[in-house]
């Protein structure tokens, strides 16, 4: 192949490179896109308000003194089996990923020793009261924004005082139940009277 054939192969090569950013800046000019005024998207979001009666028809919840006047140990037991691959409950039962629960209600936050608590836990503060524990297993992270607990919560407040009611027994000298509020409906006939 001699220069001329060369040349005339870079020639063409160079004037298609130039056709293609002359019509490149062309275009830039004609359809120039709009920059919007604040970046991204507006997502459409239902507040609580908007719902069409959703919030006036949810019936207020229970305190957590009423829910334990009918929660049962036994079926808070049951529950409990699903906190089992994080936590232990018999007394002096090593730390898993949780710590050990045994003696639990009442006790101070961030106290069970040998456990590495989330700087979250550590600087809540105060003891698990019957209410405390009654609002952190309904929504741990929403409760105590930043804690390392990965669960989602119990949504139903049965369910969770039931699960209150069983970790209230699991201590040598466990603490009395609270008492309902008066005027609180009695427990059901055939229900057992708590001790």
Same mark, same amino acid.
């Given at each position: 192949?001699?220069?001329?054939?060369?040349? /005339?192969?870079?020639? $063409?090569?160079?004037?298609?490179?130039? %056709?293609?950013?002359?019509?490149?800046?062309?275009?830039?000019? +004609?359809?120039?896109? @709009? /920059?919007?005024? /604040?970046?991204?998207?507006? #997502? =459409? %979001?239902?507040? $609580?308000?908007?719902?069409?009666?959703?919030?006036?028809? /949810?019936?207020?919840? @229970?305190? #957590?003194?009423?829910?334990? =006047?009918?929660?049962? %140990?036994?079926k808070g037991q049951a529950a409990a089996k699903q906190c089992q691959a994080c936590h232990t409950f018999e007394k002096g039962g090593p730390n898993r990923v949780g710590p050990n629960l045994w003696n639990v209600v009442n006790r101070a936050r961030a106290s069970e020793a040998g456990f590495n608590y989330s700087a979250a836990m550590k600087g809540k503060g105060g003891n698990w009261s019957f209410d405390e524990l009654n609002k952190f297993l309904a929504n741990p992270r929403g409760y105590v924004p930043g804690t390392a607990m990965t669960f989602a919560g119990l949504s139903r407040p049965e369910q969770r005082a039931d699960l209150?009611?069983?970790?209230?027994?699991?201590?040598?000298?466990? +603490?009395?139940?609270?008492?309902?509020?008066?005027?609180?409906?009695?427990?059901?006939?055939?229900?057992? $009277? !708590? !001790?």
């Amino acid at each position: 192949m001699n220069s001329f054939e060369l040349n /005339k192969i870079l020639g $063409a090569i160079l004037g298609t490179c130039l %056709v293609l950013l002359a019509l490149n800046i062309t275009a830039g000019a +004609v359809f120039a896109p @709009q /920059k919007p005024a /604040k970046p991204g998207f507006d #997502i =459409a %979001v239902k507040e $609580a308000g908007e719902e069409k009666g959703g919030a006036a028809t /949810k019936e207020p919840e @229970q305190p #957590i003194e009423t829910l334990l =006047a009918k929660a049962s %140990v036994e079926k808070g037991q049951a529950a409990a089996k699903q906190c089992q691959a994080c936590h232990t409950f018999e007394k002096g039962g090593p730390n898993r990923v949780g710590p050990n629960l045994w003696n639990v209600v009442n006790r101070a936050r961030a106290s069970e020793a040998g456990f590495n608590y989330s700087a979250a836990m550590k600087g809540k503060g105060g003891n698990w009261s019957f209410d405390e524990l009654n609002k952190f297993l309904a929504n741990p992270r929403g409760y105590v924004p930043g804690t390392a607990m990965t669960f989602a919560g119990l949504s139903r407040p049965e369910q969770r005082a039931d699960l209150i009611d069983y970790l209230h027994t699991l201590a040598d000298n466990p +603490v009395p139940l609270p008492k309902a509020a008066e005027g609180a409906p009695p427990p059901a006939a055939g229900e057992p $009277a !708590k !001790k």
